[in-house]
């Protein structure tokens, strides 16, 4: 993998086959641990690690939805105030909730339930659903009860 990130972007097999790198062509990395990797390998590949386990990386992931909400104007101003008081109200606790009292049926992590809440709750907020806490309990149930044993 060094030599494909090197100046010289050619990627040479076990076999010794050569790739070149054309310049339209980009690589991703996705690894799960650093165990085989040299240092040269990491410092070029621009490792970052992002830890879910503070609760940022969700409250992130929400404030960016619902800029781009507001910017296709899904919502309004006022909705996107009343959204971040139903996050603040209902996400964390039940976040918490499953965290440390829930058997999980299928592993799955906070930002991804956070994820498909704003997902359903878009679909709703798109079909004119009237009672926006309603809707994001709705949300909150299918998105987070779903992965429950």
Known sequence: MNSVMDDNKILTLANNERIPLKPHMRMLFEIRDLRFASPATVSRAGILYISDDSGYQWQSFVKSWMTSMLKSNAINEQV???LEKLFDKY????????KKSVKLLVNVTP??????????????LKDGFT???????????????????
């Open 80 to 82: 996107k105030g009343d």
């Open 131 to 149: 009672n926006l806490e309603y809707a994001f309990v709705f949300s909150l149930v299918w998105s987070c009860g779903g992965c429950l044993a």
């Open 111 to 124: 930002i991804s339930m956070v994820i498909s809440l704003c997902e359903v709750l878009a679909s709703l």
């Open 91 to 98: 996400v964390k606790g039940t976040l918490l909730y499953i």
